[in-house]
T-cell receptor, first 114, second 110 residues
Framework: KAGVTQTPRYLIKTRGQQVTLSCSPI?????VSWYQQTPGQGLQFLFE???????NKGNFPGRFSGRQFSNSRSEMNVSTLELGDSALYLC?????????????FGPGTRLTVT | QKEVEQNSGPLSVPEGAIASLNCTYS??????FFWYRQYSGKSPELIMS????GDKEDGRFTAQLNKASQYVSLLIRDSQPSDSATYLC??????????FGKGTSLLVTP
């Protein structure tokens, strides 16, 4: 099976702009989670989607949003970018519909905000 | 705040030795426990999952879980230089999210 794919892999944006990141889960996986990874804070949970419904959201401002499509592909959007949003954004998919099961990560999108 | 704590390291072990990585967590309701390996510049890779008390072995890796002590560990036998990476402990509850520790850096020296 193909793994989780994320596009784009690298992105450079300016403060105040917005950005949309895309994630395609492993075939058959209906749960998609997003994480932000920074050297100082480590991996932090952003949100999780299952069957187009957001089931959980981490402690991030409303500038961070996401959605999931009927084919399980997911997008996350960050509006009004700040320098502190520079990070590796990771998408993970899971076959588990309940609880917190095994999650498989994509390669990530490296976002740099200047 | 649900905490997952790991010693940041670096943990240095000679090639062929056993590397022991430890993790504690604060949420007693946690149900699932994972170890991920992350090479520099790469994304985390799932290497072990454990859901019940005791040991679980997979090749050179053994995960150990003690829910009473809220403690998870990972043993790597016959450590190889290619095992040098950051190891992330992740803990899951009923809320569909994994809570990650900040990782332990492992260095295996030839």
């Amino acid at each position: 099976k193909a793994g989780v794919t994320q596009t784009p892999r690298y992105l450079i944006k300016t403060r105040g702009q917005q950005v949309t990141l895309s994630c395609s889960p492993i075939s058959g996986h209906r749960s998609v989670s997003w994480y932000q990874q920074t050297p100082g804070q480590g991996l932090q949970f952003l949100f999780e989607y299952f069957s187009e419904t957001q089931r959980n959201k981490g402690n991030f401002p409303g500038r961070f949003s996401g959605r999931q499509f009927s084919n399980s592909r997911s997008e996350m959007n960050v509006s009004t970018l700040e320098l502190g949003d520079s990070a590796l954004y990771l998408c993970a998919s899971s076959a588990t519909g309940t609880g917190s099961g095994e999650q498989y990560f994509g390669p990530g999108t490296r976002l740099t905000v200047t | 705040q649900k905490e997952v704590e790991q010693n940041s390291g670096p943990l240095s072990v000679p090639e062929g030795a056993i590397a022991s990585l430890n993790c504690t967590y604060s949420d007693r309701g946690s149900q699932s426990f994972f170890w991920y390996r992350q090479y520099s510049g790469k994304s985390p890779e799932l290497i072990m999952s454990i859901y019940s008390n005791g040991d679980k072995e997979d090749g050179r890796f053994t995960a150990q879980l003690n829910k009473a002590s809220q403690y998870v560990s990972l043993l790597i036998r016959d450590s190889q230089p290619s095992d040098s990476a950051t190891y992330l402990c992740a803990v899951g509850g009923s809320g569909y999210a994994l809570n990650f520790g900040k990782g332990t850096s492992l260095l295996v020296t030839p």
